[in-house]
């Protein structure tokens, strides 16, 4: 890896350099910081060792999806190369430089460049705790500066592997591809001249053969590398060429290196401890996995939030499951479906299974329910087959109103791109994920499950071991040497990108998000 770093800072070097932005600290903050910096380490600068693997690990920040310039790079490089010449206040300057360049990077690398709070309401994970100051004294005097900032990364695995995905992108030739346009609908067999800007584009992702004769012909060695094209990016792998397989084809080497970056990014935010038992749900790629002792056990198809009705991001843990659940209908529900279908139809609730409660918490009847105090009273759905959580809801504490659940629309889970909740989770066989979570809570086998379903009594059973739940989002991994994309179904990537690349001008850009501060 090390070889590859003055290649790779060539590359990549516009990334830190090129966007014309000013991306050093205003006065005023530089003030501040520099004031918290101990002034006994200023004699450890005076060890151009110490200045030498600064300057040569912010260099290699590309190689985490930052930015050198971040850090003061080149102005960093131009004080180090007149060092001898310096004079006493051009000294103190360059070493508070390197203070306040460390204490920064290493900030970034245990919680990110961007504070994601600051940009997105539905957000409920704690920042990872550091204190950079001391890292910072601590270091410099034991000489341990690389050794710091590789503590500070994130030491999850797909973390690394994304940083692999980013040098393997970067060795890719120069993408110099046009769009493909088409409207058609092309199957094996197939002949068009489309076939051939297609195969094109697989080479260059290295789905298909570079011996492939690039022929207009719809074949096998086509076909194969289609299937395997379509799998690592989350389409269905039927080998069809629609709309959804031309959309992702026509991603530039450009548009999916900033995806691996926001990637990077979003894993600095998460947890560095994700619990030795743990369920993760991956928004955009529709999968919920359980995890024992770092090993996958299982894994769901899920149902997640519309970009409307958002699933939020979220760590938390474990709580209880409740068998046979009663439902409440949520306020956005009661607002946008609920209240406006009651309004056209009376049956609306009835056929639902729905009970009206005033405040009082006594049963109000549908000919007494009246529309302009609709939002006063309360809603609960019964148990049973059509209740909207299904048989089961797995709770954990959030902020949100948020969980996991099974659902009366099972048929959901054949779609491939499964954007279709109001912002719940819903789990394909969600007794399974049930019986794992009670594995040490005794008697709880299938056939008791089983047979509490039957009944169809609400059961609430507590969870005893400490199960952690999150729920992330990831639209870029690297698998078994495979690069995998997700596409980004809430708009979230390009715009993170802008904001880590100091190219972010908007002020508000979705409802979901607060205005920029």
Known sequence: MKSLLPILFCIFVYIGCGNNTNTELNHSAKINLAEKINPVISKDWKNKKNREELIKSIRSSILEG???EDYSYSKLVTFEEKYDALSETDIEKYEKQLS?????????????KIKPKEIYIDWDIKRNKINADSLVT???????????IESCKPKQNIYKSLKTALVILSMLPKDESKPIVTSEKLKFG?????????KKRLQYWNDLSRNDTLSNLYDEPLQIALKQFQSRHGLEADG?????TISALNFTKEQRRQQIIVNLERWRWFPRDLGINHVVVNIPNFKL????????????????GTEKRKTPILSSKIDNIVFNPTWTVPPTILKEDLIPGTIKNRKYITNRNITIFNKKGKEVSIGDWRSGNAEDYKYVQSPGENNALGNVKINFPNNHSV???????????VKNMRSLSSGCVRVENPLQLA??????KEGYTTSKIDSIVFFKKTKTVKIQEEIDVHILYFTAWYEDGLLQFRNDIYNYDQELFLRLSNQFRGNVVTPVRVVNK
Not at 403 to 413: A, C, E, I, K, S
């Open 66 to 68: 930052l930015f050198p």
């Open 100 to 112: 306040l360049s460390f204490s920064k990077y290493i900030s970034h690398l245990s919680n990110g």
């Open 138 to 148: 601590n270091a410099l005097q034991n000489k341990s500066i690389e050794e710091t």
């Open 190 to 198: 197939a002949k068009s001249k489309t076939i051939i800007s297609i």
């Open 240 to 244: 069809v060429i629609g709309k959804g």
């Open 289 to 304: 996995h359980t995890v024992q002792n770092t090993d996958t056990t299982k894994t769901f198809n899920v149902v997640v």
């Open 403 to 413: 969980y996991l659940h099974d659902t009366n629309h099972r048929d959901l889970f």
């Open 435 to 440: 019986e794992y979570l009670l594995y040490n």
